[in-house]
């Protein structure tokens, strides 16, 4: 059984930046494929960005590429999300996932093993 916990999301003005971590249980995270989606009110859960085992590869969603960085930390279990320039329609519960040896980064909701339980980002315009 793996545990995800997020932290870090708030309330921001729009253009500002959160950085939002998700700390993994379990004493093999290098060999999780990693991904953070979002949820907003009314809309179905939404890929935003992958990482691969490494973190030597990254994905993202058109609507965040170049704003936002996926990062993670394998010492340290953590996988990050760095958000920059948001915008109100950054809004949303964010969630982190963990695919269990998960090849390459992964975009598909339903391929990822585990949940975390939420963190809210609100922006405000």
């Known amino acids: 059984q793996v545990q995800l916990v997020e932290s870090g999301g708030g309330l921001v003005q729009a253009g500002g930046s959160l950085r939002l971590s998700c700390a993994a249980s379990?004493?093999?995270?290098?060999?999780?494929?990693m991904g953070w989606f979002r949820q907003a009110p009314g809309k179905e859960r939404e890929f935003v960005a992958g990482?691969?085992?490494?973190?030597?590869?990254?994905s993202y969603a058109d609507s965040v590429k170049g704003r936002f960085t996926i990062s993670r930390d394998n010492a340290k279990n953590t996988v990050y999300l760095q958000m920059n320039s948001l915008k109100p329609e950054d809004t949303a519960v964010y969630y982190c996932?963990?695919?269990?040896?998960?090849?390459?980064?992964?975009?598909?909701?339903?391929?990822?093993?585990?949940w975390g339980q939420g963190t809210q980002v609100t922006v405000s315009s």
């Open positions: 379990g004493r093999t995270f290098s060999s999780y494929a």
């Open positions: 996932a963990a695919k269990i040896s998960g090849l390459g980064t992964i975009r598909g909701r339903y391929e990822y093993d585990y």
């Open positions: 990482i691969n085992r490494s973190g030597g590869t990254t």
